[in-house]
């Protein structure tokens, strides 16, 4: 038996069938934790608690670093200088990682019952950091800079949000029985 109605979230009496709040059947349903890869990071199905995104995010970054230095490190000449190979490996592990990390964005919007409209927001920004830097011209370095903002910003946003209480649009709390 659920602790609480997968319908509106109140608490279930021990052993009830109806929820006394809205009426809705309970069930034996229990909250999936995700199992895979694939699941953890390419899916944009279901609810994400904001210790999972944060840790997951965290994975990416961790990952995405490793890779930046192993190429850096691979493709930079006597000057300190990387070559135009390393820039482009760079950019495209940047973007490799973008799916993931807005599968991550978007379930973590679905937590507190926005859709992906607010996730394409981050692509867009992201991608403005990564091709905006085409020249080293000072009005360029404060785009660069200022677009790094808004995306930490709208980051904290999202992972700080607490998610809805209960069932919603997008499927079961994630905290379901935690709370």
Not at 25 to 43: G, P, Y
Not at 100 to 106: E, I, M, S
Request: proline share 2%.
């Amino acid at each position: 038996m659920a602790n609480f109605c997968p319908n509106c979230g109140a608490k279930l009496r021990a052993g009830a069938e109806f929820c006394g709040s809205c009426g809705a059947r309970s069930t034996d349903e229990v909250i999936q934790n995700d199992k895979t890869i694939r699941e953890m990071f390419l899916s944009t199905s279901g609810r994400l608690n904001r210790l999972h995104y944060f840790l997951r995010c965290m994975c990416l970054t961790v990952i995405e670093i490793i890779i930046w230095t192993i190429i850096y490190f691979s493709t930079v000449d006597r000057r300190g200088e990387v070559s135009t190979t390393g820039l482009v490996l760079i950019t495209v592990s940047t973007l490799a990682f973008m799916f993931p990390r807005y599968c991550l964005d978007v379930r973590r919007l679905q937590d507190f019952g926005q859709d992906s409209t607010f996730a394409w927001v981050f692509v867009a920004v992201n991608l403005l950091c990564i091709f905006g830097d085409v020249t080293s011209k000072i009005e360029d370095m404060i785009f660069i800079i200022v677009a790094s903002i808004a995306y930490f910003s709208l980051w904290l946003f999202i992972l700080l949000m607490p998610g809805t209480v209960g069932r919603n649009r997008f499927g079961e709390d994630p905290l379901q029985g935690r709370r």
